[in-house]
């Protein structure tokens, strides 16, 4: 797992996420979302949301419901961290996040989610 430990997020079953993937176009998120929440409850987290948007990665904050409803989740600290296949997810977001500086996010290895 590569995470960036901003809050701990390790074990603690009180610790609540979302759940997070920006897939192509004709593509199901189903499959990318189940192996992100076995990732989240294998480490006891609690998932609070789990949210996609269909479309290119590189596609700008305000074309992604989904994202916009992740930051808006952090920013309302009703979830502590972030689980999402890998930072391309969230690259558009991330001058944005600094509204959310509690909150940690978590990519797993392309090994344990291969999306």
Sequence with gaps: ??????????????????LYACVPDGTEPDATLDELREYA???AWTVTAALHDVGPQDRPVG????LR????LMEDARVQGVVTP??????????LRSRAAAA??????PTEVTR
């Design 104 to 109: 940690f996010l978590c990519y797993p290895q």
């Design 69 to 72: 409803r992740v930051l808006r």
């Design 1 to 18: 797992m590569f995470a960036i430990p901003i809050g701990t997020g390790r074990g603690d079953s009180r610790v609540s996420v979302a």
């Design 41 to 43: 409850t294998s480490r």
């Design 86 to 95: 890998s930072a391309a997810h969230l690259t558009v977001a991330l001058p």
């Design 63 to 66: 074309q992604r419901p989904g």
